[in-house]
């Protein structure tokens, strides 16, 4: 099971969020560089980004600050957020970008994201965020109709391997995931499945990994010190 760190961006800084709500940002590092190349020496190997400028406005802000960090670290980044045409993906791919997340834009333009698969195939991740099992967009702002679970079967059928699942209500709360609503997304499809929003402690990672997840996204818990990226790695493996 890979260990995501996470690092979400806004006005160039690392932040963190409350259940999605961008009032409650608090920055935990105010140069991404140096919080990279700390998950780097703590054994990271691939980082979990998202652009929530770009999620609020609708196109990417923060992409000089991602390329930098990939240079520098070497290490292969999923980036999502505010990414809402092929444009904008063949130029993040282009720049070494090595997973691109879609999460309103699939949810709003499943065109698109049958395009991006036929272009870049598992360079093309799914991020679907659920509040009370129905799928959010536009930066968790707000919320459709749309089972979540039924939406995943959609993207399956497009052809999407990879799909990153997050409970808002989870999310930033160190309460631990929600393993049911999860579990059941693994179940319904075939895509490899990564695990987001609220991860607590080591014991989420080793529940997480006994059900076969692909990964698990590690935000807060890292900030806070519940969880140690070292161990997590250790576990996951």
């Not at 590092?29 to 054994?43: D, I, N, Q, S, Y």
């Not at 406005?57 to 992409?63: E, F, R």
């Not at 631990?176 to 609503?181: K, L, T």
């Not at 990564?194 to 529940?207: P, W």
């Amino acid at each position: 099971m890979i260990i995501f760190p996470a690092m979400d961006l806004r006005d160039g800084k690392c932040v963190r969020l409350y259940q999605g709500d961008f009032n409650t940002t608090s920055v935990v590092g105010e140069e991404p560089l140096v919080t990279a190349r700390g998950f780097k020496e703590k054994g990271a190997e691939f980082f979990h980004m998202v652009d929530l400028d770009g999620a609020l406005k609708g196109n990417v802000q923060n992409l000089n600050t991602v390329i930098g960090i990939i240079k520098d670290t070497k290490i292969p980044v999923q980036l999502g957020g505010g990414i809402r045409n092929i444009e904008t993906i063949e130029k993040l791919i282009e720049n070494g970008v090595a997973r691109v997340i879609l999460g309103t834009a699939a949810l709003n333009n499943p065109s698109l994201v049958k395009t991006a698969i036929k272009e870049y195939g598992d360079k093309i991740a799914v991020g679907i965020d659920a509040r009370d099992g129905f799928v959010a967009a536009e930066g968790w702002l707000e919320v459709s109709k749309v089972n979540y679970i039924d939406f995943g079967k959609q993207m399956e059928s497009i052809g999407v391997k990879t799909i990153i699942f997050t409970d808002i209500s989870r999310d930033g709360t160190l309460k631990g995931p929600n393993f049911e609503q999860t579990f059941k997304l693994n179940e319904s499809v075939s895509c490899d499945i990564v695990a987001s929003g609220g991860m607590k402690d080591i014991e989420d990672l080793i529940i997480l990994r006994k059900e076969n997840l692909y990964g698990a996204i590690v935000g807060k818990s890292i900030y806070s010190g519940t969880i140690y990226l070292e161990e997590a790695i250790k576990v996951g493996r």
